[in-house]
């Protein structure tokens, strides 16, 4: 059964970190894996994915903090954040796409076609 569990959310001061797991299990490791978030009354961004062998792909308002990796044995793919802000605050989605090697690790919401329910993250300020 296709399907994407996520965990690892929570309440967390700004300045603090967090790491969000994606249970991937049922799809192949040639899917790229992905997280997205969206804030209340905004639309959903993409945050960071990451494609088979590794290649990544990071929002602007990430770059330096988050960092994505996937565990191929366990088909598991972590989101470690660090430096949380306010604005980090958002329900975060995992989501799977197929392998397109002409863009590797992409963040174009419309290819991703599973989606897991979410997981709430929230920072403090």
């Known amino acids: 059964q296709l399907q994407l569990v996520e965990s690892g959310g929570g309440l967390v001061q700004s300045g603090g970190s967090l790491t969000l797991t994606c249970d991937a299990s049922g799809f192949s490791l040639s899917h790229v894996i992905a997280w997205f978030r969206q804030a209340p009354g905004k639309e959903r961004e993409g945050v960071s994915s990451i494609d088979h062998s590794g290649r990544t792909a990071y929002g602007d308002r990430v770059k330096g903090r988050f960092t994505i990796s996937r565990a191929n044995a366990k088909n598991m793919v972590y989101l470690q954040m660090n430096r949380l802000e306010p604005e980090d605050t958002g329900v975060y989605y995992c989501?799977?796409?197929?392998?397109?090697?002409?863009?590797?690790?992409?963040?174009?919401?419309?290819?991703?076609?599973?989606w897991g329910q979410g997981t709430q993250v929230t920072v403090s300020s």
């Open positions: 989501a799977a796409g197929p392998r397109i090697d002409t863009m590797g690790a992409y963040l174009a919401k419309d290819y991703f076609g599973y």
